[in-house]
């Protein structure tokens, strides 16, 4: 019956999330979860607020989250916003900020929801290529070539590359766009890359999202938040409770709470993951791969003899799903998250048989 549907809908091309079949014995590094389990006091947190209260309303401004996060990055409450995953975080940001006359400015190569955002709100953007080694080029985003910037979103570490951006790039396209808002979606920002937060005060035009998905390992739990000057925080709270006052629920409160407070937990999850992601890469080369240079919790990787869906499609076939990408000029590549020793010790195995046989 899509007759009913609104011409914005009928003409929408959705974001294709990864996976998530329930297949017995599968390795499943597709969709970039983390290696590791979640903080042991994010779960006793969670199990403590299974009770009789559930039957209430959770608080709507998450005071408590919000103010463990500024805690965490030398900020204030009114500076924090929380929602329902930092999707919904990223879309609310979308509406609030980018519909303007003057366009958006994304990468070429980057998180498939900015497109579908702006198709979804109408939002005109221009798509800035990275280049041929797949890096963002700061000054693409600084004037030249394309009209003035009504805002800029830069995913970084950048998906599904991995190829982060030192701070004083970031710092450069702030100082270059002091009308527009700056978004830096650090999604896996833990990984190896440098954070943006610490320019929070210097800049009132940046906006850093984060989520709990990746190195707080609750991609379950679905929270996210954002970062940047009070009134822009102001901003995403008037739309957030003109559409959903509710956006977190108590459960969700509590596990992100006390996963944001449990550095030590935090710091050497991370650790591991980061040390998975050295060997795993050395051991990708070897079988004469090229690995691009990778700060999140995930490589991209082709091989100059095998094609990527080729490979992907080899791999499923032994019940290891990585992520393969039809983009023409990424579509030789595969993108493998980095799960545990074992997991990562199976594929290279796997992928020997492969281009080794």
Not at 58 to 68: C, M, N, Q, W, Y
Request: with cysteine.
């Amino acid at each position: 019956m899509s007759q009913f549907w609104s011409p914005s809908v009928r003409d929408l091309e959705p974001y294709v999330p990864g996976e998530q079949p329930q297949i017995d014995q599968l390795i499943k590094l597709n969709t970039n979860e983390h290696a590791i389990g979640p903080s042991p006091r994010a779960l006793e947190a969670i199990r403590q607020a299974t009770s009789e209260r559930l039957r209430l309303y959770p608080d709507p401004s998450g005071v408590r989250l919000k103010e463990a996060v500024a805690k965490r990055y030398g900020l204030v409450r009114e500076q924090v916003f929380v929602g329902n995953g930092s999707d919904d975080v990223l879309h609310l940001a979308f509406f609030t900020f980018f519909r303007q006359a003057r366009p958006l400015l994304f990468s070429d190569l980057t998180y498939g929801f900015y497109p579908v955002f702006c198709q979804l709100h109408g939002i005109a953007h221009h798509v800035v290529p990275v280049d041929a080694s797949f890096r963002i080029r700061v000054e693409d985003y600084l004037g030249q070539g394309h009209p003035q910037a009504g805002g800029i979103i830069i995913a970084n570490p950048n998906a599904p590359t991995g190829i982060a951006l030192p701070l004083q790039d970031i710092e450069r396209v702030l100082v270059g766009n002091p009308e527009a808002v700056v978004l830096i979606d650090e999604a896996y920002v833990d990984f190896g890359g440098q954070s943006a937060a610490t320019l929070i005060e210097r800049y009132p035009n940046l906006l850093v999202v984060h989520t709990l998905s990746k190195s707080r390992a609750l991609a379950g739990l679905r929270v996210g938040y954002a970062m940047g000057n009070a009134k822009l925080i102001e901003g995403l709270e008037r739309v957030k409770n003109s559409v959903n006052s509710y956006p977190l629920d108590q459960l969700a409160l509590a596990g992100a709470t006390a996963a944001i407070e449990d550095d030590a937990y935090f710091e050497a999850a991370c650790q591991q993951v980061i040390q998975t992601r050295q060997w795993l890469s050395t051991e990708l080369e070897s079988l004469g791969f090229e690995v691009l240079p990778s700060s999140a919790n995930f490589v991209f990787a082709r091989h100059p003899e095998h094609d990527g869906a080729a490979l992907a499609q080899w791999l499923r076939e032994r019940a290891i799903l990585v992520r393969h990408f039809s983009y023409h000029r990424i579509d030789q590549f595969i993108r493998i998250t980095v799960g545990t020793s074992d997991q990562c010790e199976s594929l290279i195995q796997a992928l020997k048989a492969c281009v080794n046989p």
